[in-house]
């Protein structure tokens, strides 16, 4: 993908050097018909195109051809061994390197990563082009009239398209979004959306479904990845799920049900995005390591070591560190007397005080404590009781407000037409909620 990309903006640059010709053909024939008229002659048609296409081809013979050279960073290659290699003297070298340096570091080039050099055909350095990520690239050129490199980091101008897809679960999610030509990246996208209000790891069920009008990047005709999802339904165990793309009163982009209540609730239901349960809440449980009956206040979720946690809401976090059995572990506070516990992490991302978002990695699943196996032991205390985390029922987020409402009735409307139009499963046929 990335080959094609930047061939591609070298391909745009020949084009809009044509259409640049072409503007000043037109305006030399049109300047030429006025200044015949106003001497009172009768310009010739003939004569018209002419004089464009003298000025036409005095144009693009100033303009040099290009040779590119795209190449690959190799393992303990970096930048100047790779621009020396590339025929660049060390001066010239020096100058690309230190001028980039204020917008982009060239000490940080990837392995792997790929790049493009670009030189006259009598072998003038004239372009280098580096690829930062999937949104946009380094390019550090030869100005020559100054006779100075110049460094500009510039987007990637994608093309984008607005498209709906669908799909039934037969097994899990990840499997049936690649079984429908999809990538995994739309799964987490659908899951992060529906995270409040169904548990990825518990809730899927064969013969759900899901619907989702999402923009598609591309870029010199090659899909390069999503853009947002602009709107989403979910049908879990016959129960269904819509959210709506709209600016909150921040102008940041959240999810909203028809009625205009926010789908991000105070707490996920969830703190992996994908595991399975191994034990359950119990007031009675028989100890895997001790061997004795004693309450499990949590629910244990097995998934290997590393696996990312994230806080299930916005809180502070009031310890973090090694807590005897329960190993490393991290407790958070969070509003209306909740505490979130996350036990026998591997890896602690978060220290005492933090405040943390709903979402954020605060450690990775371990075996730390008294623990058999890698899991991650989550509790949750309200006003100091414990509470099963799998019935704790959280309160939606701000809702739309009255005074945007109208605004949101509008997006949604479209969205909804979007989707309802496409075909496929599921389909959203409610009355308008106004």
Known sequence: MAERTLTGFVRNRYTMTFVALLFVAVSVGAFYYVKAREQ????????????????AQSVLEQIPEFKEIVGRFEPNENITSVLLKQGLSSEQVHAIVECARPVYNLAKVKSRQLYYLYFTNDGEFRDFRYPIDREKYLTVYHDVREDRMVPVVKDFQFDVTVETVNGTINSSLFATVSNI???????????????????????????????ALIEKRYLDGDFTGYGAVLAASFINNGKEFTGFRFEDENGKPAYYARDGKSLKKSFLKSPLKYARISSGFSLARRH???????????????????????????????????????????????????????????????????????????GNVGSTGLSTGPHLDFRVYRNGKALNP????????????????????????????????????PEILQADVK
């Open 181 to 211: 030509g999809e990538k995994d990246q739309l799964a987490l996208d659908l899951a992060e959306i529906f995270a409040s209000d169904i548990d990825f790891h518990t809730d899927i069920q064969k013969g759900d479904s899901f619907k």
């Open 390 to 425: 799998l019935k704790v029922i959280s309160p939606p987020g701000e809702p739309v407000s009255k005074e945007r409402f109208a605004s949101f009735a509008a997006v949604r409307d479209s969205l909804e037409k979007q989707l309802r139009d496409a075909g496929g499963a």
């Open 40 to 55: 009172g002659k009768e310009p010739s048609v003939a004569e018209i195109p002419a004089q464009a296409a003298q000025t």
């Open 288 to 362: 895997p390591v001790l061997k004795v009956v004693r309450p499990h206040l949590g629910v244990d979720y097995a998934a290997p070591t590393g696996t990312p946690v994230q806080a299930v809401g916005d809180g502070v976090v009031i310890s973090a560190g090694y807590s005897g059995g329960n190993g490393n572990m991290v407790k958070i506070r969070h509003a209306h007397g909740y505490q979130t516990m996350y036990l026998h992490l591997s890896r602690i991302a978060v220290k005492r005080g933090a405040r943390v978002s709903q979402g954020q990695v605060i």
